[in-house]
């Protein structure tokens, strides 16, 4: 019976060290669109979309579009960055961020389609170049 | 000769305090200046853009499942620069491995294998040295499905004080079965600048 108790003991102090440590993380709230404050000041954003497009296998690859408008001649920096299910990154072609130049009163449409279709959400992120 | 010493000193100092120190650049928060010439970012910018109209338009989905196998072809450097276009077409090759929707044989390849080992290691076959059962056997590689091909234009211009030069990064995706082209994208890159900088 000791054995017995013994054993079970051992089992479940084994099966508690090999659970999965914790992954997932709620320290920050991810915002979808970040814009630097620089550039509030010359544009609006009008408008921001996001689309998944069906995959033969069922699967579904995100794509975002957003459109600015310009109050004054200016330059724009932007990059989107992709995280899977669990929040990680997901790596596309390169991790430089994309300029444009916008005239006044002009809008630009601009999209980005994830690097793979794992991709669950995006953070946009607007700057202005130095 | 010793105040002649002294100000060489002197002038090694000044210089050496004037020069610019080298620094790393990141290219995740590169902001720096723009050369005449083709550099990593334009190499990025047409990389990203092709493939993320390869994967919007679902030319590279394959309806049977799986990943296709895509090839490199011939990729033309018809600008005044020293290109090595592995530049861009690595960049392609690796987002669309990632995307796990095509993957690119090393076995095939214009001026022969991108790798020779494919070919070498099956000539251990027969060969008593080997134990036979790790030496790959017959019909196991696999054909290209796709083949990636392009070509890389320069234009230059003199634009009022300017120079204004002007690059056409050309790409082609062939399906293999059928000749034709099933994705074709092109990115311009022009840039303007003093009409004393060296564009080549």
Redesign the interface.
């Given at each position: 019976m000791k054995m017995f108790i013994l054993v079970s003991m051992l089992i479940l102090g084994l099966t508690g060290c090999a659970s999965q440590p914790e992954t997932s993380s709620s320290l920050i709230d991810r915002e979808e669109l970040k814009v630097d404050p620089e550039v509030i000041y010359t544009m609006d954003v009008k408008e921001l979309f996001e689309k998944r497009l069906e995959q033969p296998g069922g699967e579904r690859l995100l794509q975002v579009q957003f459109a600015v408008e310009a109050r004054s001649d200016t330059e724009l920096a932007w990059k989107v960055t992709w995280f899977d299910e669990s929040g990680m990154v997901v790596r596309g072609v390169g991790e430089g961020y994309k300029k444009a130049t916008l005239l006044t009163g002009q809008t630009r449409y601009f999209s980005s389609t994830a690097p793979n279709a794992r991709v669950t959400s995006y953070q946009l992120h607007l700057r202005e170049p130095k | 000769m010793l105040i002649r010493a002294f100000a060489v000193l002197i002038s090694l100092v000044v210089l050496a305090g004037c020069s610019t120190p080298t620094r790393y650049i990141d290219?995740?928060?590169?902001?720096g200046p723009v050369a005449m010439t083709m550099d990593y970012?334009d190499f990025?910018?047409a990389?990203?853009d092709a493939?993320?109209?390869m994967?919007?338009s679902?030319a590279v989905?394959?309806?049977d499942?799986g990943r296709y196998i895509m090839v490199v072809s011939r990729i033309t450097n018809d600008t005044m620069q020293r290109i090595d276009t592995d530049q861009l077409t690595k960049?392609?090759r690796?987002?669309l491995l990632?995307?796990?929707k095509v993957v690119t044989t090393t076995a095939v390849g214009l001026n022969g294998p991108e790798d020779a080992m494919t070919e070498k290691a099956r000539e251990l076959r027969d060969s008593d040295e080997f134990d036979q059962s790790g030496v790959q056997r017959k019909g196991t590689l696999q054909a290209p499905d796709l083949s990636l091909s392009g070509k890389i234009i320069q234009r230059n211009h003199k634009v009022e004080k300017e120079q204004q030069v002007e690059y056409y990064i050309q790409l082609s995706l062939t399906e293999l079965s059928s000749g034709l082209a099933i994705w074709e994208g092109e990115t311009p890159i022009i840039k303007r600048g003093s009409d004393k900088s060296v564009s080549w």
């Open positions: - | 290219p995740a928060a590169d902001d970012r990025e910018k990389a990203t493939v993320e109209d994967l919007a679902g989905n394959n309806p499942g960049k392609i690796v987002a990632r995307s796990g």
